[in-house]
Nanobody, 117 residues
Framework: QVQVVESGGGLVQPGGSLRLSCAAS????????MGWYRQAPGNEREFVAT??????TTHAESVKGRFTISRDSAKTVSLQMNSLKPEDTAVYYC????????????WGQGTQVTVSL
């Protein structure tokens, strides 16, 4: 069983920065893939960024140049968010893909990010 816990959300003004962290636990020594999705009210959950073991990263076009995902350890990942915009307001969810051929991802409960004056 894999447990996923996010932290670091909050309220920030436009142009500000936040750093989200995600820690996962489980019997596997390191997780193949970890990343972030977000969901704003009334919208579907959308991809934000992902990283796979070995260092490969992908970011959504909407956040490129502003957000940076990094694998801090075998079981932790962070998302540095700069130049935040009101449209970045959403619940941010961390996910874990345990191995390269895992059929299911594991998800955290989400952390709220609100960008507003």
């Amino acid at each position: 069983q894999v447990q996923v816990v996010e932290s670091g959300g909050g309220l920030v003004q436009p142009g500000g920065s936040l750093r989200l962290s995600c820690a996962a636990s489980g019997s596997i020594s390191s997780f193949y893939g970890m990343g972030w999705y977000r969901q704003a009210p009334g919208n579907e959950r959308e991809f934000v960024a992902t990283t796979i073991i070995g260092g490969g990263t992908t970011h959504a076009e909407s956040v490129k140049g502003r957000f940076t995902i990094s694998r801090d350890s075998a079981k932790t990942v962070s998302l540095q968010m700069n130049s935040l915009k009101p449209e970045d307001t959403a619940v941010y969810y961390c996910y874990v893909k345990p191995t390269w051929n895992s059929l299911n991802n594991y998800w955290g409960q989400g952390t709220q990010v609100t960008v507003s004056l």
